[in-house]
């Protein structure tokens, strides 16, 4: 029997959890990038992939909640769907995800830079590896000391978003509203404008997905048919309401072309926004937040990663050697240790455009195969109501190919990639072991 984790996740850890992976590159960077493609409409943007997160978040609860095992959706499309499914789910969240911790790690990178300050950026790729390594070591050490760790960085994350938004709020009422116009920025055509707009929807629903952190630990979260759909309904909320917030400051300081010029060079536009506040010490405030807001995000998907390796290991997808558990049942070490070396590896691509372009494309087939997973919960088990798996599929698959098309298509080759790796492993595996351990 293969060894379990221990379930040590109550309510408010799970909501700080969905929190320390959502509050950070989509907030501090990702919106900007966003904006430079929608323009001041990146606010409808923003909604829209809310919404389409919270649809997507019901359906994960109740998933995560008949079936609290580690893996999220990876295990879902192997118990509802079939093999095949199960398996592109598993693939398209590693490699989304480590994409977006390759993304939170550059983002780390700049702000600090920022911080310290650096008159080169030569430091960015060095600096983000090493953050890489830091948090690495610390998941490894297992789930209680991640969890005090992603504690006092949530607190400080929050606390340096509710400073720009007061510092924000007052800044906008002296200078007005200029930089909202034109709203659609200058674009005629009707087919233009919503383009851009669900372009944009597709890079900001990244920015939410870390909610499906809470339904990846599902094996390690305590009453977990009750604390799941609780904490991620109270993570999107409060999420939703900063987003918005923060990013209306950021349009209305900077402009969406500045926002968008400084999130890909510097990976740091709220930095740029709060010096214009002109309060001493405020761009340090700021600067620090988004520190530990990458940092914590890095955390959460070092985690979550992580346990969809120990699932995939256990099932036979990946080598058996990802399923070891440490003798205190608090760490799949060798699944945290691959989690690193991946994130580290793309990194080295050094453009956070790039990155968050590509994770995008895979984290939404994912969702997608989520939603088509929750079409399958009995009666019995479903929670919500089953149209909102339908609107979360449909709306999966069409943003899915919103985004550049040379983006999909490599994500459509590496899907393929993947399952000939299925066809070839698992023809020479063919025995699979029970991925609860019972």
Known sequence: MQKKLQRVVGLNAA??????????????????????????????SIFLAGMLALCNGLNSAQLAASTPVSGGTYEYGYKYLNPTLGFTAGWMFLLAKSASAATAALG?????????????????????????ILLTLVVLSGMKRSYKTNLIIVTITLASLLFLILAGSIHLAKTGTSNFQPFFDGKDEITGILKGIMHATALVFVAFTGYGRIATLGEEVDEPRKTIPKAVLLTLFITMFLYILVTTIGLGTLGHQTMAEESRLTAAPLQLTASQFNIPFGELVVAIGAVTAMAGVMLNLILGLSRVYLAMGRRLDLPSVFARVNASGTSPYISVITTGILIGVLVMVGDVYVTWSFSAFNVLIYYAITNLSALKISDNDRLY???????GLISCLFL???????????????????????????????????????
């Not at 040379?406 to 029970?434: D, Q």
């Open 15 to 44: 909501i700080f959890i969905g929190l320390g992976s959502i509050l950070g590159t989509g907030i501090f960077v990702s919106t900007g990038l966003a904006a430079g493609i929608a323009g001041p409409a990146v606010l409808i």
């Open 385 to 391: 109501p089953a149209y909102l798996s339908w609107i």
């Open 108 to 132: 780390f990178s700049g702000y600090l830079m920022n911080i310290l300050p650096f008159t080169t950026r030569d430091w960015l790729v060095p600096i983000a590896l090493f953050s890489v």
């Open 400 to 438: 899915a190919f919103q985004v550049e098309r040379e983006v999909w298509l490599w994500g459509l080759v590496l899907i393929a990639a993947g399952l000939i790796w299925k066809r070839i492993y698992a023809g020479n595996h063919p025995g699979k072991t029970n991925p609860t351990g019972r």
